[in-house]
């Protein structure tokens, strides 16, 4: 599987559906530890729960991924194709935002926690987009779609508190 990005959309040829869960995996695990590190940063209490509650949802997208995985793999063992996950995690594409201990290093206010949590999720939108026009997998179709919309949440709820902390500064 390739993934590039042209025009702020990711783009992916020689699709593979065991590949992209394991992607999507990936991103669900990392979201799941950034949301739970930032809320143990913040001294907001609202903005903690906030990340909390987020943490717990990607929880639900992890456990999501994980059962479309069981389903493409059937027996085929999937740890040989692990490494090569790390390639597009990696990329230009997500960036550093992946990488969670450099992203926690680089937070010094609850904005900044916002800020990258927004990014993520907007490129995690991006990818998911992407899977959902290349997937020939029907439940993966309607599971792609509702969480999709659980992202596009997410971002919402990002927005609403990022504008909350910049009117009061």
């Given amino acids: 599987m390739q993934i590039s990005m042209k025009n702020d959309q990711i783009i992916i040829s020689e699709f593979s559906d065991l590949e992209a869960y394991e992607i999507a995996l990936s991103l669900e695990k990392n979201g799941q530890e ?6 143990k940063l913040s ?4 903005i903690a729960n906030m ?3 987020l943490a717990k949802e990607e929880d639900k997208h992890y456990a999501h991924f994980e059962q479309m995985l069981e389903e493409v793999s059937g027996d085929q063992d999937i740890s040989a ?3 090569g996950i790390f390639d597009y995690i990696n990329s230009g594409i997500f960036g550093s935002i992946l990488d969670v201990e450099k992203s926690i290093k680089n937070i010094k206010t ?3 926690a916002i800020e990258l949590a927004e990014d993520a999720e907007r490129k995690g939108i991006l990818f998911y987009k992407a899977l959902l026009d290349n ?3 029907e439940k993966g179709k309607i599971a792609l779609a509702k969480l999709l919309d659980e992202e596009d949440k997410h971002l919402e709820i990002l927005n609403r508190y990022r504008k909350n902390i910049t009117k009061c500064d």
């Fill in 81 to 83: 194709s692990e490494e």
């Fill in 110 to 112: 609850d904005l900044d």
């Fill in 51 to 53: 990340f909390n509650q």
């Fill in 43 to 46: 001294k907001n209490k609202d």
């Fill in 135 to 137: 997937t020939q997998n």
């Fill in 34 to 39: 950034f949301y739970r590190r930032a809320a």
